[in-house]
């Protein structure tokens, strides 16, 4: 039994799909989670038929909630502030 860990290492991250739209997710396993949205059937039911997906932008986070409610808070970022957080701005 895999027990979800809530605290380690979380990374919140943008991703930008083929259609030049951006999907937003967090995962305790950054690689293995953009390998899921390229390649397997596990990834974002979004991303899915907008392949391939290239990283954009990422952050790490020590604890699962801070995470959590950092992704909620980029979901509701408009496509503008979006490109200012992936330049830095």
């Known amino acids: 039994m895999n027990k979800f860990k809530r605290s ?3 990374s919140v991250y943008l991703v930008e799909c083929s ?11 950054l690689e ?20 391939p997906v290239k990283l954009v932008w ?3 986070y020590k604890y699962f ?6 992704e909620k808070r980029i979901k509701r970022l408009t496509r503008a502030q979006k490109e200012r957080l992936i330049s830095g701005g």
């Not at 909630?65 to 950092?70: D, G, K, M, P, Y």
């Open 8 to 10: 380690g290492q979380f």
């Open 19 to 29: 259609d030049h739209t951006f999907y937003a997710g967090y995962t305790n396993d």
């Open 32 to 51: 293995k989670r953009l390998k899921e949205h390229n390649d397997g059937p596990r990834g974002a039911r979004y991303t899915r038929y907008k392949r």
């Open 58 to 60: 990422s952050k790490v």
């Open 65 to 70: 909630r801070s995470a959590f409610l950092e």
